[in-house]
């Protein structure tokens, strides 16, 4: 074993190796290792690749992993290997060799290898340990010189670092970053892990390349513009290697997962900032173009996640004919995937971060900010009707069984005040009798009522203020009830549409100077707020502390703040304006504080977030 290709492939990967003559010897050493590192145990016949024992042995996201003849734990889940390998080597009905040779595990090992014994301990206690797919790299434990021989043929076959490489791309990414960044991004993400680059540090990079292209942007020059869109397109193939590198080198982490997760956004929505300052430096007003983007964005964003989360983990709901094969939309998607080009057709049409953030680079160096955001608007709009469309005929045609944690996790995004929590406490059991289309409807007609009343009435009259309120009532009885209804996804989208785009309205309708710059960084702030509770619960961990929510006050509490303050500030001028700054101001100091203390404490999930398509 010593100074054997083994031995300098766990090496490379930050072992410290020692050998065993048997499970006890093994226990021992296991158990002289500092508490706080990671160990494994691996068969000392291992014949593979270096990726392979690098994906079994080393991925941080999963307190036990394994892979043929090899298993490893992290600090945290050492106690369950100590009590696996226990079992393995003691015998007994939990784990060992039986009479005539066989094994009384109840998952049988994969080989007689003591590490395979292991995991089928682990697994057979119900700690079944992350196993990652290979594909065409080699782990193997041989029995014989034959099958030895066989392995390394196998082995000497494929080309490890070539399988590395391309599964550091995202297998499933739209057409633009797959024929236009990843080609050779994922050669940069190799070039940062050998110089010591970490994915935090090109995700700052990126970052710091779209503040650097808004700022070109907002020059107002077409030179300043030109900058601005390859500027952009940079940040963007900056972007797709942080993700790359991550998977390269297996660099997942806490901080990682949320910088990934918030700076897309961040990025998106500074550049519409500089756009709108750019065009006002040429004498165009397209703030509102720029508000109507982000609201856009943002809401199709929750619609995605919410979908998702509703459909996660249920099941098909029982029917008296008998279980349901599917529906028409999935049939129909299924023969439309077996014509290769229409797969890509698909991915494009739905505008992914790639495709839209191309788009965005070519216009604002060919055209001018106006016409950017209005194609932008039209060709996300078509998207977000599509893709909706399509998710509500799925959701009414084939009913399924919500799970209370996607039930949960609907409720948590509907993100309610205390205003709409009373209401909702007051309704009580008549509104839990009441059809499953209820929650949407009444949220539905709550935000139409309010959108329509901000869109047409005076602003600084008493009908906003009303509308409001009535607003505050439906978005109470909308989550009176679980939101177990096929069309309950809808319900948070709704009620995001009905904040953001009444803000936007009273705004753009005030004709007070620097309302509208001021209602951007409200929605901004506002925006945050809402993907840090959809990361969050995307990461396992459930909805940002109550007391968050109280101090932002609810998506209801807020949307009545704003238009009290229209109806009594927009006569003065100015002071509509001020006030929209210093909302938005508090709403970032606060959560912003909240999300970074979560972010970088240990309850953090330590997953690295694919996000949308790329």
């Known amino acids: 074993m010593p100074g054997s290709p083994l031995d300098g492939h766990l090496r490379s990967l930050g072992f410290d190796v020692r050998c065993a003559r048997d499970g006890a010897d093994a226990a021992r050493l296991l158990a002289d290792v500092p508490a706080g590192e990671r160990v494994a145990l691996v068969d000392p016949r291992f014949v593979g690749h270096l990726h392979a024992l690098r994906l079994a042995l080393t991925d941080p996201r ?73 594909g065409s790299l080699v782990a193997a434990v041989p029995e014989d010189d034959a099958s030895r021989a066989e392995a390394s043929r196998a082995v000497a076959a494929v080309d490890d670092e070539a399988v590395r490489l391309r599964s550091a791309v995202k297998a499933r990414d739209g057409f633009f970053t797959t024929f236009f960044v990843s080609t050779y ?130 099941a098909p709901a029982a029917s008296a004919a008998g279980p349901v094969a599917g529906t028409p939309t999935s049939a129909l998607s299924t023969r439309l995937d077996s014509v290769g080009w229409t797969v890509w057709a698909r991915r494009m049409i739905v505008l992914p971060i790639g495709e839209r953030w191309a788009l965005i680079a070519v216009l604002t160096a060919a055209t001018t900010p106006r016409i950017t955001f209005v194609v932008l608007l039209v060709g996300c709009a078509f998207a977000a009707c599509y893709t909706t469309a399509g998710r509500v005929l799925r959701s009414v045609l084939r009913r399924s069984v919500r799970t209370e944690r996607a039930t949960r996790a609907l409720a948590d995004l509907a993100d309610s005040g205390p205003l709409a929590r009373a209401v909702a406490a007051a309704a009580g059991r008549p509104v839990r009798r009441l059809p499953s289309l209820f929650p949407f409807a009444v949220a539905l007609v709550g935000g139409a009522v309010l959108a329509a009343t901000a869109a047409y009435a005076r602003v600084d009259g008493p009908w906003p203020v009303l509308a409001a309120l009535l607003y505050v009532v439906t978005s ?57 509770t959809t990361y969050r619960i995307r990461g396992g961990t459930g909805a940002p502390p109550r007391a968050l929510v109280l101090a932002l006050g609810g998506h209801e509490t807020r949307t009545l703040v704003a238009v009290v303050l229209a109806a009594v500030l927009v006569a003065r001028g100015a002071d509509f304006a001020t006030a929209l700054t210093v909302l938005a101001v508090a709403v970032a100091l606060v959560a912003l504080f909240e999300s970074i203390r979560f972010w970088v404490s240990s309850s953090a999930p330590a997953v690295h977030d694919e996000g949308e398509t790329a």
């Not at 970490?198 to 030109?226: D, F, K």
């Not at 069309?487 to 309302?515: I, K, Q």
């Open 62 to 134: 999963f307190p036990l992993s394994a892979t043929t003849g090899a298993v490893t734990a992290k600090p945290e889940a050492r106690g369950s290997l100590a009590r696996a390998l226990r079992e393995a080597h003691g015998g007994g009905a939990a784990g060992g060799h039986g009479p005539g040779g066989g094994t009384g595990l109840a998952a049988a090992p994969r080989t007689g290898a003591l590490a395979d014994r292991v995991a089928a301990a682990l697994e057979a206690g119900g700690e079944a340990p992350h196993r990652a797919e290979l």
């Open 185 to 314: 991004s994922r050669y940069i993400a190799r070039w940062c892990a050998r110089r010591g680059l970490t994915p935090n540090q090109v995700t700052t990079a990126s970052l710091a390349t779209a503040v650097i292209a808004a700022a070109c942007a907002a020059t107002g020059t077409r030179g300043g513009y030109i900058a601005a869109g390859i500027l952009l397109y940079c940040s963007f193939v900056l972007d797709c290697t942080d993700g790359q590198l991550a998977r390269y080198s297996l660099q997942y982490s806490t901080l990682g997962a949320w910088l990934d997760a918030t700076f897309d956004r961040a990025k998106e929505y500074a550049y519409y900032a500089g756009l709108a300052l750019g065009a006002a430096r040429g004498g165009d007003d397209v703030w509102a173009l720029a508000l109507g983007a982000m609201v856009l964005q943002t809401c199709r964003h929750v619609v995605d996640f919410a979908f998702n989360e509703a459909h996660a983990e249920s």
């Open 476 to 532: 109470g009885l909308a989550v009176a009830r679980p939101l177990t209804g096929p069309l309950d996804w809808l319900v948070a989208p709704v009620f995001r549409a009905a904040e953001y785009g009444t803000v936007l309205l009273l705004a753009a309708r005030s004709g007070v100077n620097g309302a509208l710059p001021a209602a951007f960084g409200l929605v901004a702030a506002v925006a945050y707020h809402h993907y840090d």
